[in-house]
């Protein structure tokens, strides 16, 4: 295994918990609706192994998600989830459009990460 790959099996390892833990810090900001909701669930599920911070000492692989860079691209970021880029999977086969239609509406509620997130947010390159 390269580097890379040790680091994203850690990621995958210390998620469960990140994620429950930033279940509770946003829902007691933000009272989201069912769909928002459902959205946030699966976005923690499979997309924020790679778009959130999972712990502060880990770089994160893909860009920080929030309301400014989807609102107003909501075709195009649903189009770029179900096709994926070179850096990043498609989830066509994986998601239903009912559920990608959710993780944008929760994306469209979430707020722009704190500078220090955004700084760390390099890619350290392609996963191969
Ligand atoms: C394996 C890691 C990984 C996973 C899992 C992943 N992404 Fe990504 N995502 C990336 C990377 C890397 C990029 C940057 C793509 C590029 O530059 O080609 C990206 C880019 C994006 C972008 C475009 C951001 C922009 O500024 O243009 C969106 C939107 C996005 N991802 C949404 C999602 C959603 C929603 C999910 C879950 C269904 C998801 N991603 C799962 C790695 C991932």
């Known amino acids: ?15 469960p918990l990140a994620a429950r833990a ?15 909701k459902l959205g946030q669930r699966i976005y923690q599920q499979r997309c924020g192994v790679c778009h959130t911070i999972v712990a502060p000492v880990f770089p994160m692989y893909g860009p920080a998600l929030y309301k400014d860079l989807v609102i107003g691209s909501e075709d195009a970021i649903k189009e770029m989830i179900r096709s994926g880029t070179s850096k990043m999977p498609g989830f066509k086969l994986g998601l239903q459009p009912s559920e990608i239609d959710a993780i944008v509406e929760y994306l469209k509620t979430a707020p722009k990460p704190p500078k220090s997130t955004a700084a760390r947010n ?7």
């Open 1 to 15: 295994m390269t580097r890379i790959h040790w680091i994203f099996a850690i990621f995958l390892g210390i998620f």
């Open 22 to 36: 930033q279940q509770a810090d946003a829902g007691a900001l933000l009272p989201l609706n069912d769909t928002q």
């Open 122 to 128: 390099a890619p350290p390159g392609p996963m191969d």
